[in-house]
């Protein structure tokens, strides 16, 4: 039986030039990737660029990732996404609270 071709895989050609989790980040627990993840050393440009890096790694790493590590790794992603999430809610609220204040304070003014 004749072996297939292996195709060439997009990920391998890759070449970045932004920054590099250190080495062995990925072998860690979820909280000490999505740490690791989180920090301008690593991510200058936010969380987003560390979920960004994460899933690119579980891309690469493809069928060669053991469930278990595969498990963590997507565990350090939620983590990261939840702190996303946890950042817009606390940026909205703080437009929110910023914008109503002058109209309460007008609305007492006005009542006395």
Do not use: C, H, Y
């Amino acid at each position: 039986m004749k072996k297939k071709p292996q195709r060439k895989r997009w990920v391998r050609g890759v070449a970045t030039e932004s920054t590099f989790p250190p080495a062995g980040t990925f072998k860690g627990s979820a909280t000490q990737i999505a740490r690791t993840m989180a920090s301008k050393r690593v991510s200058p440009k936010g969380l987003g660029s560390g979920i960004r890096m994460i899933q690119f790694f579980i891309n690469r790493a493809g069928k060669g990732l053991s469930p278990t590590r595969r498990r963590e790794i997507e565990r350090a992603k939620r983590i990261l996404q939840r702190r996303v999430a946890a950042n817009k809610t606390a940026a909205r609220t703080k437009t929110s609270t910023r914008d109503r204040a002058p109209k309460r304070a007008r609305r007492r003014r006005l009542k006395k």
